[in-house]
């Protein structure tokens, strides 16, 4: 079981929104930058969102991330069929100086 | 550019032993921590280890402590995970990883598979 809860799956069809949330606790997310990263099958994660907020260069402004107390979320607009991946939230814990990630949501874009 | 590249992975037996190393490039390896993260097959993200800029200070997640050993060769610019007494819940991909504000890079990652 994940430090992090995050939904299994979410749907939406293209040109759609969708939200994934992640909830943690004081020691986690209530107290520590969140992180979101893309995961396209047979490849590695790719950090899209950092630091609750921020993108990478190259990563588009229809990826959004946001945090309030112990939870986060991250959007995405205008969705495309290839955004369809697995997508996970990180952090740190602060009790175990360590880092922590959720268990995924898998995006399917019907 | 960054580049971390695995290597060492590969099929093993039950209790047997592995090192993997990362190469990295791209960057002043010895001025951030470096962390493994693997990933079952079919499952999320497990963070393993991490290891101080200087190789002083390290992390083990419960699920590898005492089993595991994370260096590195600022030298070489190379990472490393010794890996022993292997079970087969540790059959997954490793992924070494930078982490600048977030788990910013990583390597395309080497399969361990723990089978008899």
């Known amino acids: 079981q994940s430090v992090l809860t995050q939904p299994p799956s979410v749907s939406a069809a293209p040109g759609q929104k969708v939200t994934i949330s992640c909830s943690g606790s004081?020691?986690?997310?209530?107290?520590?930058?969140i992180s979101w990263y893309q995961q396209l099958p047979g490849t590695a994660p790719k950090l899209l969102i950092f630091?609750?907020?921020k993108r990478p260069s190259g990563i588009p402004d229809r990826f959004s991330g946001s945090k309030s107390d112990t939870s986060a979320t991250l959007g995405i607009t205008g969705l495309q069929t290839g955004d369809e991946a697995d997508y996970y939230c990180?952090?740190?814990?602060?009790?175990?100086?360590?880092?922590?990630f959720g268990g995924g949501t898998k995006l399917t874009v019907l | 550019e960054v580049q971390l590249v695995e290597s060492g992975g590969g099929l093993v037996l039950p209790g047997g032993s592995l090192r993997l190393s990362c190469s990295a490039s791209?960057?002043?390896?010895?001025?951030?921590?470096m962390h493994w993260v693997r990933q079952a097959p079919g499952k999320g993200l497990e963070y393993v280890s991490v290891?101080?800029?200087?190789?002083?200070?390290?992390y083990y997640a419960d699920s590898v402590k005492g089993r595991f050993t994370i260096s590195r060769d600022n030298s070489k610019n190379t990472l490393y995970l010794q890996m022993s007494s292997l079970r087969a819940e540790d059959t997954a991909m490793y992924y070494c990883?930078?982490?600048?504000?977030?788990?910013?890079?990583w390597g395309q990652g080497t399969l361990v598979t723990v089978s008899s």
């Open positions: 004081s020691s986690t997310i209530g107290n520590n930058y």
């Open positions: 990180g952090t740190w814990d602060s009790s175990l100086s360590a880092g922590v």
């Open positions: 630091e609750n907020n």
């Open positions: 791209g960057f002043t390896f010895s001025t951030y921590a």
């Open positions: 990883v930078l982490y600048s504000s977030a788990w910013r890079y």
């Open positions: 290891v101080s800029r200087d190789g002083g200070l390290t």
